[in-house]
């Protein structure tokens, strides 16, 4: 999450949609003043701040004083099936799921962990119902960009920001460095699994399989 009071903005940190490249190339136009977390951890002065790294808007103005009509607000969605097996191999990366990523264990998680709720790292956490969009489903965003246009939708971000046009995104915190398609991996169940609980996403933003 970044609140920016230098330049204006809050950019709302959604897990598995490319928020850290995002975060990463936004934080060099943030001065001392500003948030830009990791965790509890302000990054642009290394102290601990009350805005965890995926904050609400109402978490932030449960400890902020700002309008926030004065702020441009923005944040990042994905495609589910996509953040299915990036969560998954993340998992891996970070050493929490020992296995090595294969189908039958891709599925087998899917089924058995990521969408059960009384799971650690479950799906809950993930896509963008809860964090850019209010209890009716009505955006509470200015801009919603997706990964899948990230180059284009960036574009806009800079014009709303005021930021040159030679500032380039680089691809930090990827999962899936050996460019596996889900396609290829999910079996049908898993495919139902995700549409069921990712139906808000995809019917707003009509995403396919």
């Known amino acids: 999450m970044i609140l920016s009071h230098s330049k204006k903005f809050i950019f709302i940190k959604t897990r598995k949609c490319g928020g850290?490249?995002?975060?990463?190339?936004?934080?060099?136009?943030?001065?001392?003043?500003?948030?830009v977390t990791k965790g509890f951890r302000n990054l642009m002065n290394k102290g601990r701040n009350p805005f965890e790294e995926f904050s609400s808007l109402d978490e932030i103005k449960k400890y902020s004083t700002i309008d926030l009509n004065d702020y441009f607000k923005f944040g990042l969605a994905r495609n589910p099936f996509s953040i299915t097996l990036s969560r998954y191999l993340y998992q891996i990366r970070m050493g929490r799921l020992r296995e090595t990523p294969t189908k039958d264990n891709f599925n087998s998680w899917i089924k058995n962990i990521y969408f059960n709720p009384g799971k650690q790292f479950n799906h809950q956490g993930d896509g963008t119902r809860?964090?850019?969009f209010d209890s009716k489903g009505n955006k509470i965003v200015e801009f919603i960009a997706r990964l899948e246009n990230i180059e284009s939708d960036f574009e806009h971000i800079k014009e709303k920001l005021n930021l040159d046009k030679n500032v380039k995104l680089k691809k930090d915190n990827v999962s899936n460095i050996l460019n596996i398609n889900y396609r290829d991996w999910m079996d049908d169940e898993s495919?139902?699994?995700v549409i069921n609980n990712f139906k808000f996403e995809i019917d707003y933003f009509n995403y396919k399989f």
């Not at 850290?20 to 936004?26: D, E, G």
């Open 20 to 35: 850290t490249s995002i975060q990463n190339v936004l934080m060099e136009f943030c001065n001392e003043d500003d948030f």
């Open 130 to 132: 809860n964090l850019l």
């Open 191 to 193: 495919k139902d699994l």
